[in-house]
């Protein structure tokens, strides 16, 4: 694979709870304008009636009939999508296709907010749950491929702010006042361009930086 195809993988955007692909317009829409091909779909149901790992499914089928078999590509997960991308990535053959991996403000050590709700999919994102904690078992197979997590501490759905933080990979913190404000926040954009911009490389363990 050729450097300008390296730089320029097709994107695979994965919204949070009760969200559609509509909160990536304005990501989708500078991802594209600088050249990316963006791609994204609608988890259903997207309320957490099932588990995540069920979501996960649907971004493996979909990465699956939309791409051919050789294509690499990139991964960018808000909240909720953040996790079930990594299902994706760690238990459904992802790991073979993704080579840059984003997360933005996602529960990756869990949410006390989860706790409001006994659904199975929030279930599985309260701290310490089962789901979590088999995940977070081999995380270190996210330093395989160019990993970064951005989050905010100022986050309020993601209680406390600092689950998003990851012990492989990239880490990014970028004040931004507002869970759903990452995904438009130019400071919380620019950090997206930079990371699919990566030449592949193992990164860095616990990198850390600010915006």
Same mark, same amino acid.
């Given at each position: 694979?050729?450097?300008? $195809?390296?730089?320029? $993988?097709?994107?695979?955007?994965?919204?949070?709870?009760?969200?559609?692909?509509?909160?990536?317009?304005?990501?989708?829409?500078?991802?594209?304008?600088?050249?990316?091909?963006?791609?994204?779909?609608?988890?259903?149901?997207?309320?957490?009636?099932?588990?995540?790992?069920?979501?996960?499914?649907?971004?493996?089928?979909?990465?699956?009939? *939309?791409?051919?078999?050789?294509?690499?590509?990139?991964? /960018?997960?808000?909240?909720?999508?953040?996790?079930?991308?990594?299902?994706?990535?760690?238990?459904?053959?992802?790991?073979?296709?993704?080579?840059?991996? !984003?997360?933005?403000?996602?529960?990756?050590?869990?949410? %006390?907010?989860?706790?409001?709700?006994?659904?199975?999919?929030?279930?599985?994102?309260?701290?310490?749950? !089962?789901?979590?904690?088999?995940?977070?078992?081999?995380?270190?197979? @996210?330093?395989?491929?160019?990993?970064?997590?951005?989050?905010?501490?100022?986050?309020?759905?993601?209680?406390?702010?600092?689950?998003?933080?990851?012990?492989?990979?990239?880490?990014?913190? %970028?004040? %931004?006042?507002?869970?759903?404000?990452? @995904?438009?926040?130019?400071?919380?954009?620019? %950090? /997206?361009?930079?990371? @699919? *911009?990566?030449?592949?490389? @193992?990164?860095?363990?616990?990198?850390?930086?600010?915006?």
């Amino acid at each position: 694979m050729n450097i300008e $195809n390296q730089q320029h $993988n097709p994107v695979l955007l994965i919204h949070g709870i009760d969200d559609t692909e509509a909160v990536f317009h304005k990501m989708a829409a500078q991802l594209r304008l600088q050249g990316w091909s963006v791609y994204s779909l609608d988890l259903v149901p997207n309320n957490g009636n099932v588990g995540l790992d069920k979501l996960a499914k649907q971004v493996a089928d979909y990465v699956t009939a *939309t791409f051919a078999p050789e294509q690499r590509l990139d991964l /960018v997960g808000f909240s909720m999508g953040g996790i079930v991308s990594r299902y994706y990535v760690q238990r459904l053959g992802g790991i073979n296709r993704v080579q840059r991996f !984003i997360t933005i403000s996602s529960p990756h050590n869990g949410t %006390v907010v989860a706790y409001g709700s006994r659904r199975p999919g929030c279930v599985q994102m309260r701290p310490d749950s !089962i789901f979590l904690k088999d995940l977070n078992s081999d995380a270190v197979i @996210l330093g395989q491929l160019n990993f970064t997590s951005i989050w905010t501490p100022y986050d309020l759905m993601i209680v406390p702010a600092n689950s998003s933080q990851m012990s492989v990979g990239s880490e990014v913190i %970028v004040p %931004v006042a507002l869970h759903p404000w990452m @995904l438009t926040d130019p400071r919380s954009l620019a %950090v /997206v361009k930079a990371a @699919l *911009t990566e030449p592949i490389k @193992l990164p860095l363990l616990n990198k850390k930086s600010s915006q």
